[in-house]
Nanobody, 128 residues
Framework: QVHLAESGGDSIQTGGSLRLSCAVSGNTASSACVGWFRQAPGKEREGVARINTGGGGTYYDGSVRGRFTISQDNAKRTVYLQMTSLKPEDTAMYYC?????????????????????WGQGTQVTVST
């Protein structure tokens, strides 16, 4: 069983920065994928960024590439999402998710469905 807990969401002005944290506990799989997803009201949940916790490879949605950075601190068992140059369209509930299997090929899926464990979410609101 894996437990994920997000933190760091806040209300912020356009152009600002936030760092979200995902604290991981439980029996995570080696080289599991951990992803950040977001869902705005009336919208489907979408992938933002993913990391292979074994190899460290990272993957980003085109809408955030160059602005967001996903990283991990294995000693702290925490995955981060550093967000810069925030835009109103970034406003959403942000969720951390993890797979219960390792990615042998290294790639982490962008769709939410392959992810087995989810946190409760943290709200990010970007004002104009």
């Amino acid at each position: 069983q894996v437990h994920l807990a997000e933190s760091g969401g806040d209300s912020i002005q356009t152009g600002g920065s936030l760092r979200l944290s995902c604290a991981v506990s439980g029996n995570t799989a080696s080289s599991a994928c951990v992803g950040w997803f977001r869902q705005a009201p009336g919208k489907e949940r979408e992938g933002v960024a993913r990391i292979n916790t074994g190899g460290g490879g990272t993957y980003y949605d085109g809408s955030v590439r160059g602005r967001f950075t996903i990283s991990q601190d294995n000693a702290k068992r925490t995955v981060y999402l550093q967000m810069t140059s925030l835009k109103p369209e970034d406003t959403a509930m942000y969720y951390c998710a993890a797979t219960d299997w390792r990615s042998t090929a290294g790639y982490c899926a962008t769709a939410p469905s392959p992810y087995n464990y989810w946190g409760q979410g943290t709200q990010v609101t970007v004002s104009t």
